[in-house]
């Protein structure tokens, strides 16, 4: 399993990657995604969710916590209303690295 800091900065790399799929697999198949008051339960869930958001970019201003359970402060800026925000993002995973819990809040 990746470090606290090596996770966070594979996450916010693989959330900008043009190919989603780098982001997809580092959920686990039962993820529950909490954003912006809704809750994805799912894989197929958090795909669709995913492919919603627009092209952002992510400056980490924070990390803290253990690796299975961390947590990452992230000014987001892009074409959105509101832009540029701060954010906190909360993971939890498993035993393997991918993520089971994401929630995300202002």
Not at 80 to 98: I, K, N
């Amino acid at each position: 399993m990746l470090n606290t800091q090596e996770f966070v900065q594979e996450y916010f790399a693989a959330a900008i990657d043009p190919d989603p799929e780098r982001y997809h697999a580092l959920f686990a198949e039962q993820v529950v995604v909490r954003d912006d008051g809704k809750t994805h339960r799912g894989l197929a869930e958090v795909r669709a969710w995913r492919s919603e958001v627009p092209p952002v970019r992510y400056r980490v201003r924070e990390v803290s916590g253990p690796a299975a359970a961390c947590r990452a402060t992230a000014e987001i800026s892009g074409d959105f209303p509101g832009s540029p925000v701060t954010l906190h993002f909360v993971f939890e995973r498993d035993t393997q690295g991918r993520i089971t819990s994401l929630s995300i809040e202002p």
